[in-house]
């Protein structure tokens, strides 16, 4: 996430939405504090938010 500054803290909330545009009532709020890389950055495989989800095997 581009233009947070390091060393501040920043609340972040997340729910979820299923196939059906249901949405979850409960949000869940979590803490991050961002820090200077002292490595060179690393990529991460990101999913873009139109590919679907996994279907979980029962």
Known sequence: MAGLTNGQTYWFAVTTVNTSDGEDPAVVAVSATP???????????????TRPLPTATP
Do not use: G, N, V, Y
């Open 35 to 49: 820090e200077a890389d002292a490595e060179d950055p690393r990529s991460a495989t990101l999913w873009p938010a």
